[in-house]
């Protein structure tokens, strides 16, 4: 078993959606959670960041986090077509950046 | 967008030449990375650096080597290309923000070894 799984997409959704996307992990010991985007034929970006369980907003996009369940969630509200690209979960237990473990990714289209 | 440069961002290349790709960072990190990443797959870092003379592997198995000898320059060095490494390489560097930690990613480096 991985040690995160994420939905496997691709995922393909209409402008103005709401998209949902989804990191399972196995290491209880993580604590620090993270979403980058990544789109065709760039490097990742972080989108959001949060520590421990709970919800973090930032316009359109709200980080969950399930520490009980092991998941953690991304929200996009009104999606839109530059939505579409790779996203990425991320967690470690510290912050030592060598520590971090990502998900394969889900990539998501929002069509117009 | 993050002051992070990887050079070349496509490169075919013969069995068993020697590459370097480039790497180099303006924003002082200490901390920098190589990721490599398959397509559909998750990145899986293979060396990383604390700072300058400082460099370590990462999990992945890895034929490469790297070296730090300015804090903004962290090239990685494949001495014979086999087709097995053909991927897309990964250039990060990373810093404390009070609040937590962000990784800053490079364009990529596509390399297919023939």
């Known amino acids: 078993q991985k040690e995160v799984e994420q939905d496997p997409g691709p995922l393909s959704v209409p402008e103005g959606a709401i998209v949902s996307l989804n990191c399972t992990y196995s290491?209880?010991?993580?604590?620090?959670f993270m979403w980058y985007r990544q789109y065709s034929r760039k490097g990742p970006e972080l989108l959001m960041y949060t520590y421990s369980s709970g919800n973090k907003e930032d316009g359109r996009f709200t980080a969950q986090v399930d520490k009980s369940s092991k998941y953690i969630s991304l929200f996009i509200r009104d999606s839109q077509p530059s939505d579409s690209a790779t996203y990425l979960c991320a967690m470690t237990e510290t912050l030592w950046w060598q520590n971090f473990v990502f998900g394969p990714g889900t990539r998501l289209s929002v069509l117009p | 967008e993050a002051d992070i440069y990887q050079t070349p961002r496509y490169l075919v290349i013969g069995t068993g030449k020697k590459i370097t790709l480039e790497c180099s960072q303006t924003m002082g990190h200490d901390k920098m990375y190589w990721y490599q990443q398959d397509p559909g797959m998750e990145l899986h870092l293979i060396h990383y650096?604390?700072?300058?003379?400082?460099?370590e592997k990462g999990d992945l198995s890895s034929e490469s080597t790297v070296s730090r000898i300015r804090t903004e320059h962290f090239p990685l060095t494949l001495e014979s290309a086999r087709p097995s490494h053909t991927s897309q390489y990964l250039c990060?560097?990373?810093?404390?923000?009070?609040?937590?930690?962000?990784?800053?990613f490079g364009q990529g480096t596509r390399l297919t070894v023939v």
């Open positions: 290491n209880s010991a993580f604590q620090y």
């Open positions: 650096s604390y700072g300058v003379n400082s460099t």
């Open positions: 990060a560097s990373s810093e404390w923000r009070g609040s937590g930690t962000e990784a800053f």
